[in-house]
C-alpha cells in the first residue's frame, strides 16, 4: 500500500469542502447512540487532498468531520457511518474501515451504521460510476485521522504530557514514557471537548503501519447476518400496519391506461383495494410510469388480484418500437458519416490509401439488469412528511425526487437506505420509491411496493442496444494506419429530456473518443439514434459495447497479418505515453487528467502481466482457444485472457480466466477479488445471453426463462485476479464496474481462436451450433 | 385451517389455501430471510427445506405444505454454525448478499443427501441458484468446504 503524503502536492480544493454546523441534538439522532463523542468546534478550514479527485464536483461534494462519521461511547464502541449504499461491493466495510485504520481504532469494536439520505450533511452519496473508493480513501483517513488526534489530545490533557508524547495503539492511548493507557471508551467525554484538527495539521498514519488496509483479511460487516437470515435488504422492512402492493405499468413506454375493470381482482382473497397510480408523461427522469396498483394483506394476495384485472391501455407513439427493424436503422446510420467526436490525421484519405481495410459491425442489444432482489420500496406517507426504507443508491437524489414528488419540503423527507440485493445501475433510479411515497400518501398507511421479476424484466432502465462499426486501415507492412469508429446507440440522456439523440460526453468518454491505440489518422463519429424506451445506466455502461468492438477488431487484426493478438494489441497500444486525444470537452469519469491520464504504460503492464500470470501463448487442446483483451474504465485498467472449449455441437465451456487489474491503490484486495470474478461471470451473461427485445413496442421477455443468465454449471471453472500493486503516487480508481468491458471481446478471440468463427453480434446465442 | 411446521413452530393459516409459501412465510410470518427473485422456481433465491427436500417456496402453495416440516435459513442452525454456513464465511462468499439464503438451503438440502459431493455434483445440484453478483467460484468452494470439515 502507498498513498501519497506528500504536502508539497496539495492542490487547492478549499471551495469545495463543507462545514456544516450540525447541532449536537441532530448527531446524537443520527447516530441513535446517547453520550459520547461529539464536539462542539466546527474548525474545519481546507480539504486536504493530496491528489485531486472529481470528488468535490459531485452534487454536495464531500465533508470531512469526525462530528458526522464517528462516535464513542463510553464503552469504547466506535460507531462509524456508512454513507454509501451497499450492493455487493464491500463499499459498506471498506470505507468504515479506513476510517478505523486511521483512528487506531480495533476493528472488532466499531459498529457500522448506515447513514440515512442527506447529502447536506454527509456530502455525495450516490453510490456509483466505481467512485467511492477513489473519492473517499483520502477524505475518510482524513476522518480518522481528526477522530484520532482528538482522543490523543484528551489523553494528553487528562496526563498533563505534551501531545507529541502519547500515540493512539488499538483503541487505546498510551503514554509511552511513564506506560499508562486509557481507553477510547474513557477518552470519549474528554475528546468529544477538543476542537476538531484542522485538516493540513493532520499526521496520517505511515501506510507501513497499516493493519487493515490493503491487507484483505477483514471480512464484510454483513457476513454473519447474509449467512443466517437476518440481513435487511428493502423487502424485508415490515411496518405496524402496512400493506403490500403491486402494480400493473402500462406495458408500453409512455403509454396511458384507457380503462380498467377491478372487481375480478377485488373478489382475490386478501385483496382490499384497487387504485390508480399517477404516471408521469415520457421522458421524465425517474418519475413513475403509472397505471394500477393492487393492495393487498400479502405480496401473493396482491399479485393474484393483479393477474385478475383487466386492463385497457393506449400505447402511444412508442407502440411501433421493433427491435428488428430498429437494428437495420442503426447499422444503416453506422455506414453514413455521423457527428465527429474526435478528429486526428485525416482517416477519410488513410482508409482511402490503405493496403487492406478491415471493417467491422459489432452488434449489442439492449440488456436488462436483473438485480437478484426486484425493485422494491416501503414508504410512511403521514400529512407532509415522509419515510423511506429502500434499497436506493442514490439516497440523497431519492430524497430530493420524493419532496418534489409529493410536493413537500426536502428535510420533511427521510430515507432509510437498506442493503441493496444487487444494484448494478438499476437502483440509481428511484421510480420504485416515488410510487410507494405516492401509494402510501393516498392510502394514509405504510405501503411496500414489490416488482416482481416481470414487472423488472419489462420496465427496466435498459442498457442501450448500439452498432459499433469500425474500419481499420492497414499499409502494406500491416501496420494499421487509419481509424474509422462509428458509434450509433440512443443515450441515456434520452431518459431525461425529449428529442435527445446525440450520446452524451460521458458516454462518448467511455472507449469511444479515449481509445489508446497509437494511429495516426482517426476519427471517431456518433450518428443520430433515437430512443423508444427508457434507457438508463447498467454496470460499465458504454464501455461493453465499446471494449467489445475496439478488442474484437484487435483479434481481426491479428488475424488478417498473422500476428500473434497480445503483440498485435502491443503495437496498437504503441509506446508508454500519456494519451491526449483532440477532444473537445473530454470526460474522464469526472477525473481531472493530472491524476487521472490515459497512460498507456500502466496498460501495457495489465496485458503483460495478466499475459506472464495467465500463461499467454500456452498449448490448449483441440477445440480449445485463448482470446486476450484490454480496456481502460472507471479509471482503471483491466486485461482479461479467457479461454474457452467449444465441442463439436457449439456448445461452449469456459476452463479458466484470467484478468489482471490496476486499480491504483487500493483497500481490499479480497473484494477486488470478488469483484473481478463476478464481472466474469457478468461478461459472460452479456455475452452468452444478454438480449431484451421489443415487438409492437413491448419488451418481448419476463422472467430468467427467457432472459437468461449464468449458472454455476457453466461458470468458468476457475477465475484468477491479478492485481497491480500500486506505485507510490498512483490515486485509487474503480473496482466495481470495469471488470465487466474486457471479458466480451475477450471470449470472442478465444471462440475465433477455437473455432475460425468470428462473432460480431451478441449475444451468442446459438451462433456457434450454426 | 392448514397447520404447518415452521423451524420447529406450529403456524397456522386459515387465509388462501393457494398463497405460495414464500408470501406466507415472508409477508405472514415474518420470516423474512427467504428471499422472492422470480416467482417461477428459476432462481432458487426461494429455497427452503421442506422435510428433507429442497423447495421453492414461491411456486409451493402453504397448502402443498400442510401437516409437513418446513426449515428455512433462519432455523437452520441455533446459532447460525451449520456447517454450510460456517463454510460460507470461511471463503466470504457473498457480494450483495440476496441470493445466498437460497443457495446455503440448496447446498445444506445437497449435503444431506450426498455428503461428497464431488465438483461436477456441486455445479449440477446448485444450478437452479442464480447468483447475479457471480459468486459461483466461491459457492463451489464452499460447498466442498462443508462438505469436507470446516
Redesign the interface.
Known sequence: MNFIDNPGKLRGFEKNIRVEKVSRRSILKGLGITGGFVLAAPVMSRQAFAYETGAGKMPHGVVIDPRVFVAVAPDGTVTILAHRA?????VRTSLPLIVAEEMEADWARVKVEQAHGDEVKFGNQDTDGSRSTRHYLIPMRQIGASARTMLEQAAAKRWGVPATEVKAVNHEVVHGASGRKLGFGELAADAAKESVPSIEGLKLKDPKDFRYLGKGQV??V???D????????G??V?LPGMK?AVIARPPVTGGKLVKFDPDAALK???VEKVMQVRGWPWPSKFQPLGGVAVIA?????A??GRDALKLTWDDGANGKYDSVAYRKELEEASRKPGLVVRQEGDAEAALKGADKVLVGEYYLPHLAH?????PVAVADVKGDKAEIWAPVQSPGGTREDVAKTLGIPEGNVTVNVT??????GRKSKCDFALEAALLSKELGAPVKV?W???DDVRHDFLHTVSVERIEAGLDKSGKVIAWRHRSVAPSIASTFAAGEKHEAPFELGMGLVDMPFEIANISCENPEAAAFTRIGWFRSVSNIPRAFAVQSMVGEIAHATGRDQKETLLALIGSPRIVKPAVKDMWNYGEPFDSYPIDTARLRKVVELVAEKGEWGRQVPKGHGLGIAVHRSFVSYIATIVEVAVDDKGKLTVPRVDTAIDCGTYVNP?RIA??I??????GLSVAKYGEITFKDGKVEQK???DFQ?????E??T??NVHIVPPGPDTPPSGVGEPGVPPFAPALMNAIFAATGKRIRSLPLGKQLEA | MIKVKINGQEQSWD??P???L???L???A???????????A??G?CTVIVDKEAVRSCITSINDVAGREVT???G?HPN?DHPV?KA??QV?V????????GQ?MQAAALLMDNPKPSHDQ???A???????????????NAVHLASTGV
Not at chain 1, 709 to 713: A, F, W
Not at chain 2, 96 to 101: D, K, L, P
Request: one cysteine or more; proline letters at 4%.
Open positions: 451497499e450492493m455487493g461491493t464491500g471480512g464484510i454483513d457476513l454473519h447474509i449467512t443466517t437470515g437476518k440481513a435487511r435488504y423487502a424485508d415490515r403490500y382475490v382473497p386478501g394483506r400479502n405480496t401473493g394476495a399479485i393474484k436483473v438485480s437478484m432482489e426486484p442493503l441493496l440485493g444487487g444494484g448494478f414489490q416482481t421479476r416481470e479480497e470478488s469483484q470474478e463476478g464481472a466474469a461471470i457478468m422472467n430468467f426463462d443468465v449464468v449458472r454455476i454449471d461458470s468458468p476457475v477465475t | 387465509g388462501d393457494d398463497l405460495p414464500l408470501w406466507f415472508r409477508d405472514e415474518g420470516l423474512t430471510g427467504t428471499k422472492f427473485g422470480c416467482g417461477q428459476l432462481c433465491a428455512t435459513i433462519e437452520l447460525g454456513q460460507w464465511r466470504n457473498p457480494q450483495c448478499g440476496f441470493c445466498q439464503a446455503i456441486i455445479r449440477e446448485m444450478s437452479g441458484n442464480i447468483c447475479r453478483c457471480g459468486c459461483y467460484q466461491r459457492i463451489e
